[in-house]
């Protein structure tokens, strides 16, 4: 079974192309569990299988989290897929990805760099308050497309000298907090003196904290666009691991757009030989 990796301002995934491979999707989930288990096999945040259309679209995106839970849809791993397709023939200069959420847009900027049309909000509360630890946090909640991919988004004033335990005790808390039904990816967030957004997110299926993350940045984009944070409508996000761009066009109607752009690069290419792996 041959491989691709690849990562998104450090979010890392695993590619298979399974127009090729052929694999029963049954399987994926068990895949998924196995081949982004890290230290022992190529380890990754989430894996994404490659298969034919069922709609419109260029090709179809089964994503998968490493905890082997089918994800919703995921921004940086779209933009990735966006590049592979684009260089293995599967679509031009410009893309259709079919995904459990609906179908996303994609575009090729140059060559490292593509920019994804997120799906449009279909949930928004401005303000939420959640209990946790004798402690009310206020967050947005928001969630992209239908089935939604649900997101808190929490100010944290200091971010970057919050103790990395205490940090990860509230995401790990709010993510899977009662009130919410399907649970949460939580994005910290914290703008400094010089109006820098630094962001944050625990995501749910990997259970951690990763390097970044497209959805989270888009929808924490989208907050402060929508209660007037920031002035215009594009803003930068500072993640640990590198810089996404996010452009938000309102609208009267839940078909406002949230475009993400940001790198998509190419790490190894191979063959699979894991021994534990049982398909």
Not at 245 to 250: D, G, H, P, R
């Amino acid at each position: 079974m041959k491989y691709t990796k690849m990562h998104g301002a450090g979010n890392d995934f695993i590619i298979i192309n399974n127009i090729v491979e052929e694999i029963p999707e049954e399987s994926f989930s068990d895949i998924a569990k196995t081949l982004c288990k890290r230290r022992t096999s190529i380890g990754a945040d989430g894996i994404m299988f490659i298969d034919h259309p069922e709609g419109c679209g260029d090709f179809r995106m089964h994503f998968y989290n490493a905890d082997g839970t089918e994800g919703e849809m995921c921004g940086n791993g779209a933009r990735c897929i966006c590049r592979y397709a684009h260089e293995n023939g599967l679509s031009g200069e410009k893309q259709k990805v079919e995904t459990i959420s609906g179908v996303v847009r994609g575009w090729r900027i140059d060559k490292r760099t593509f920019k994804v049309r997120l799906n449009s909000p279909t949930h928004f509360i401005d303000q939420l308050e959640l209990k946790l630890h004798n402690q009310v946090y206020k967050c947005s909640y928001v969630e992209l497309g239908s089935p939604g991919l649900p997101h808190l988004l929490l100010e944290m004033p200091g971010l970057n000298n919050i103790d990395e335990a205490e940090l990860f005790k509230i995401g790990k808390g709010l993510r899977s907090h009662p009130s919410l039904a399907k649970g949460a990816n939580v994005n910290f967030f914290d703008i400094d003196e010089e109006g820098n957004i630094i962001a944050r997110t625990f995501e749910r299926g990997v259970e951690d904290f990763t390097l970044a993350c497209g959805t989270g940045a888009g929808s924490l984009g989208y907050v402060l666009v929508k209660e007037e944070m920031i002035s215009g409508n594009q803003v930068t996000i500072n993640m640990p691991g590198g810089e996404l761009t996010i452009q938000v066009v309102l609208s009267l109607d839940w078909m406002e757009d949230i475009f993400l752009s940001g790198p998509a690069t190419m790490v190894s290419e191979g063959l699979v030989l894991d021994e534990d792996l049982r398909f």
